[in-house]
């Protein structure tokens, strides 16, 4: 696994971030690992992180809900089975679970928003992979996800993931942007650059 990015985890401490051999700084404010470009930080660090740490945790709900309470532009597309599918900037709402394999493309300009509503989870298949086109940027790209999302084996996924439970990231799966999750995150052997 490598992370360009810092990394968190909040009320609980690091003892829940299982294989990263984490080093704390001089200064108790974070903690390093070599798996890590960034800095990694936790309810268990010294002030002001924990408050930060809480500061974060709820401008990640608001950033939930905000993008849960958008406007629909488009309901259930193709049912939720988004395998060669372009989506066009707007908002999208599914009441099921979304998936796809194969490629799933997000087409508009470097200014152009996505949201996506997803009431359930989120399936993406080993191999499958979000291509951005005519400029679409991962960081303007919100999966609002009622339950969980799992990245299947080798996949590439683009895009801010605000998931309500858990995210889990299989062998080889690469995220471009952020994944911010309310229970817990797994990953393995994962690679996670920042958008």
Same mark, same amino acid.
């Given at each position: 696994? #490598?992370?360009?990015?810092?990394?968190?985890?909040?009320?609980i401490?690091? /003892?829940?971030?299982? +294989?990263?051999?984490?080093?704390?700084?001089?200064?108790?404010?974070?903690?390093?690992? +070599?798996?890590?470009?960034?800095? @990694?930080? *936790?309810?268990? #660090?010294?002030?002001?992180?924990?408050?930060?740490? /809480? *500061?974060? /945790?709820?401008?990640? %709900?608001?950033?939930?809900?905000?993008?849960?309470? $958008?406007?629909?532009?488009? #309901?259930?597309? /193709?049912?939720?089975?988004?395998?060669?599918q372009?989506?066009a900037?707007?908002?999208?709402? !599914?009441?099921?679970?979304?998936?796809?394999?194969? =490629? &799933?493309?997000?087409?508009?300009?470097?200014?152009?928003? !996505? @949201?996506?509503?997803i009431?359930?989870? &989120? %399936?993406?298949?080993?191999?499958?992979?979000?291509?951005?086109?005519?400029?679409?940027?991962?960081?303007?790209?919100? !999966?609002?996800?009622?339950e969980?999302?799992?990245?299947?084996?080798?996949?590439?996924?683009?895009g801010?993931?605000?998931?309500?439970?858990?995210?889990?990231?299989?062998?080889?799966?690469? &995220?471009?942007?952020?994944?911010?999750? =309310?229970?817990?995150?797994?990953? @393995?052997?994962?690679?996670?650059? !920042? $958008?």
């Amino acid at each position: 696994t #490598h992370v360009t990015g810092n990394m968190a985890t909040s009320p609980i401490g690091e /003892i829940s971030m299982t +294989g990263f051999t984490l080093v704390r700084s001089n200064d108790n404010l974070y903690s390093t690992s +070599g798996l890590v470009t960034g800095n @990694i930080t *936790t309810g268990t #660090h010294k002030e002001p992180t924990p408050t930060n740490l /809480i *500061t974060a /945790i709820s401008d990640m %709900e608001t950033a939930y809900n905000a993008a849960a309470g $958008a406007t629909p532009d488009s #309901h259930e597309l /193709i049912d939720g089975g988004l395998t060669g599918q372009t989506l066009a900037p707007g908002v999208y709402k !599914w009441t099921n679970t979304v998936n796809f394999s194969g =490629q &799933l493309t997000f087409n508009g300009t470097a200014s152009d928003v !996505w @949201i996506l509503q997803i009431a359930k989870d &989120l %399936e993406v298949a080993s191999g499958a992979e979000v291509i951005l086109a005519g400029g679409a940027k991962a960081e303007n790209i919100f !999966w609002q996800i009622a339950e969980a999302a799992e990245f299947g084996i080798g996949s590439t996924v683009n895009g801010i993931f605000l998931v309500k439970t858990g995210i889990d990231f299989k062998a080889g799966s690469t &995220l471009n942007g952020a994944a911010l999750a =309310q229970t817990a995150v797994t990953m @393995i052997a994962t690679t996670i650059n !920042w $958008a």
